[in-house]
């Protein structure tokens, strides 16, 4: 009964500590998003520029493993307070979204694509127009194009083969919508 009440005592005071500790660190919450806006910033002025290869593993580089280098470097001479942590961790979770909803972003997709034809046309649009405004060719065309840069895909005598790394990654997404329960080609 004792060893319950010092574990259930200590439990109190590391919670509380967890508490206090946090709500301390939330006054930082604005480093974080301040140094997210500096490296986004720094991506688009890459991107624009062309100086960078536009992949996933530069927005990884860019967003989220040069910043956590200089957070470590800056914790290890000790030149940031412990404070800042909550700082790196807010500027990690707004990366890692931003990076996973970049490819809807800078896709083309269908979807989109009849919605700003829509938008053009507020008075409606017919099908048949509706259908040459967005071709299916164009919206495959360009997905091609990005798994062929993203080292996904490689063209062999007009024919696409996978790379191990499109391999991985189709097999890797077969597997997780298994897991949801989702069957091929619904989603």
């Not at 301390?24 to 500096?38: A, K, M, N, T």
């Not at 919206?139 to 798994?147: F, Q, Y």
Request: glycine letters at 6%; proline letters at 4%.
């Amino acid at each position: 009964m004792a060893r319950c009440s010092v574990e259930n005592g200590f439990e109190l005071r590391y919670a509380t500590w967890i508490v206090a500790s946090t709500v301390v660190s939330l006054e930082e919450w604005w480093r974080g998003f301040f140094y997210f806006l500096c490296f986004f910033a720094m991506h688009v002025f890459l991107w624009r520029n062309g100086t960078v290869r536009k992949s996933f593993g530069t927005l990884l580089v860019i967003l989220i493993i040069v910043p956590s280098l200089i957070y470590a470097a800056f914790f290890t001479l000790e030149l940031v307070a412990r404070d800042w942590l909550s700082a790196w961790l807010l500027h990690v979770v707004l990366a890692a979204n931003y990076i996973a909803a970049y490819p809807a972003i800078a896709a083309q997709s269908p979807t989109i694509q009849i919605l700003n034809v829509l938008r053009k046309h507020p008075e409606g649009i017919a099908w048949p127009v509706l259908l040459q405004s967005c071709p299916l060719e164009t919206a495959v065309g360009d997905r091609i194009d990005e798994l062929v840069i993203a080292r996904l895909i490689v063209p062999a005598d007009g024919d696409y083969t996978l790379t191990r790394r499109g391999y991985v990654l189709a097999r890797g997404f077969q597997l997780f919508r298994t897991f949801l329960g989702l069957p091929e080609g619904d989603g």
